[in-house]
């Protein structure tokens, strides 16, 4: 490790209603790989793109290479050095490999681009980093990798100094993650500074010289990645206080009846091999960092997405569901986590809303019975307690939590026995999460059985009664709550998988 | 992009697939000439020969400038009325105000651009759909031409007319034979943007807006410019479309031209243009126009009349949209 390039002091950055980077202090050295982990939310990516000029912060000073720097955007960032390589990728499809590298700043000849000499020169990147891609490819005839690969030449194009992989890793394959590794040892023997944002314990291991800790946007700690374990680093992830009881036992009867099994589903990457079951009266947690398959697992159990394999019992009897009709047909409900594009129809009223998913039901000949849908409505405003002027408001004009119970409503009132609540919370404030909290619980304890995917923590341990825990397409733990703790749940997520 | 891994195996397929679709079509314009040949003497003809190259020049120059906004993922609609109305406003100061032919012209020119401008504000910078953008434009054009027109037919100066000189660039008689002289301007102009396309910013930043928007804005590229520029380009097209149909046919009518359009874009997308942006040729676009030109004047050779064209062409596109798809689907897996 060289001397320090790059230190960040003191950073805030607050979002409304979020105190999002709280004095957050980091630094990279000269030939390093620096990892940076934390939990969701924790404040990694949004640390990431204070630095390279997607955000502004608030307060603190960032200084590279001995002067301080604030970059209005990634342009600045990059012709000073500092690059990004995104989890999701910024590439021109039909455009080739060289193209896409040189972008925005081609070579010309005359008023025509020089292309040969951009292959040229995308030829000797590639030469540098001892990889092998012709740079006239279209890049959509490309894999992942080899596109990453094409990112990492295009941020060392811009005579990067430092370089932040944010989750590289996530979409690719072992072989090709070797690849990876092989370049960024590189970089560092050119003493560059990296940072590098992952969930896997095990690169951390391989490929970092130090590790930086954060959670809720505040500064943990660093130790050198040599001198530390798996579970130092686990502790300091989760060591937060915990301001809710979480659940102290199951609510679950111990003979109550299994009404969902899956057995070997599986759907793409994302879904491999999973089973479980789902018993009555019963919420069941589904934990796990992003990308772990949790809703990729929901959506094709509802049949969102298509099953590659795998059966789906309800009650004992074996079904087919191929499209989300098949499923509500079962009495399976899915609240998404994306409530505006999946769950409501923010422009109807609550009335029409709560039996969208019934329609039939409440048609007369030609005509949509009013009457009777007005009345249903009523009903479970009333019983679901939801804050809304009348049942003719329009959606949109509910706050989030009230626009979470039109959704329950529209499920109950289609009298699905299994609901499946994907961050039931997300975008809901405080006082109204504990509603649907206790929304929740009434549920199961009137016998209907919820599905619980979070990805916060607390929620899953205040929750659940039984928790699954996913990672990277895979079920890897499954613990009752009675022994469950966040040590043990973050053990399971971010297991190494060999 | 999907984010599963894409088979490395087919090196340069897309590239070879695209060369192959344009050569596919080639070989579909070939096959229709044959077949039109085969089946009516009269076809034959070197009349009718040129009767189709009369009825290609507008469309084809209409389809050049479209690939632009379609490559964009955009369309253009306003192209076909616009035509009509950058006619009879050159034509109007030509026969009515005494403009000299050359000035008219310009006035035709300049205001498509002035046109194109608006469709590429309208698109790019108010973030309208391109297709209601396009939409209303094309219902303006048509309103203005009425009006500048009088709503009565124009004809620019006819053949044998002092300032019917232009006549001659799209076809010169030598020695009583004609010659098809703006088959040459054609090739040239395609010569010209396909130069433009694949070789300066305006093609390349044109293919990656089309490809992603959101990574070209990220690449720090003045997306709004080039957006605009690829509507001016459509627009400054349907302008020379309009000197060439003026050229070509010897009154004007206003209140008509709705529907060109839709013939300039089918041929692009005949021609290998991609539906949903990112993919198109020049070239590609020139030899679709002509499988719609060839069917629009071959059928009634064979008896079929100008409806069942209509019908045809409308398959046909089907046929080319479906290929796209399929196209999609396998770089998706």
Known sequence: MGEVILTMKEIDKFFPGVHALDHVSFEVRKGEVHALMGENGAGKSTLMKVLTGIYKKDSGTIIYEGKEVEFHNTREAQSAGVVIVHQELNMLGHLTVAQNIFIGREFKKGIAIDDKKMNEEAKKLF????????????????????????????????????????????ALTETEIEELFKIIRDLRKQQMGIVYISHRMDEIKVITDRVTVMRDGTYVGTLITEECTKDDIINMMVGR??????????????????????????????????????????????????????????RAIFGADPKESGDIYINGEKVT???????????????????????????????????????????????IDKKAEREVSQEYVDSLDTKTPSINQLVVNLSGGNQQKVVIAKWLVRNCDILIFDEPTRGIDVGAKNEIYKLMNKLAED???????????????????????????????????????????????????? | MSKNSVPNTQNKSVISRLGGQKFIVLLVVVGLIIFFSAVSPDFRKYSTAMSILDYSYYIALMAIGVTFPLITGGVDLSIGTGLICYSLTGGFLIVQKGWPVWAGMLMALLLSIVIGLLNGVLVSIMNLPPFLATLCTCMITRGLGSIFSNRLGISWPTSGTPGSWFRNIFKITVNGTKIPLGFLWVLLLVAVMAFVLNHTKIGRYTIAIGSNKEATILSGINVKFYHIMAYVISGLFAGLAAIAYSAVFSTVQPGTGAGFELEAIGGAIIGGVSASGGVGSVGGSLIGVFVICLLKTGLPYIGLQANWQQIITGLVLIGAVLVDIMKKKKEKI
């Open chain 1, 447 to 498: 016998g209907k059985s919820i599905i619980m995917i979070s990805s916060e923590m607390t929620e899953i341990l205040r929750m659940s009664d039984r928790i699954v825990v996913m990672c990277e397409g895979k079920k890897t733990g499954e613990i009752g709550i009675e022994e469950a703790s966040q040590e043990a749940i973050m053990n399971m997520a971010t297991r190494e998988i060999s």
């Open chain 1, 241 to 298: 206080v915990i301001y809710e009881d979480p659940k102290q036992k199951s609510m679950v009867a111990k003979d109550a009846p299994v009404v969902l099994k899956v057995e070997h589903l599986n759907a793409g990457r994302m879904v491999q091999d999973v089973s479980f079951e789902l018993h009555k009266g019963e919420i069941l947690g589904f934990s796990g960092l992003m990308g772990a398959g949790r809703t990729e697992t929901a």
């Open chain 1, 127 to 170: 030469d540098r980093l001892h990889i092998d891609i012709d740079p006239t490819e279209t890049m959509s005839n490309l894999t992942v990798g080899k596109q990453q690969m094409c990112e990492i030449a295009k941020a060392i194009s811009h005579d990067a100094k430092v370089i932040v992989f944010d989750e590289p890793s996530a």
């Open chain 1, 321 to 367: 569901i191929n499209s989300p009709e098949d499923a509500v047909k079962c009495g399976i409900g899915y609240l998404s986590e994306d409530r505006k594009r999946y769950g409501i129809v923010v422009q109807k009223t609550v009335a029409e809303n709560s039996t969208m998913a019934t329609l039939e039901k409440y048609v007369k000949g030609l005509f």
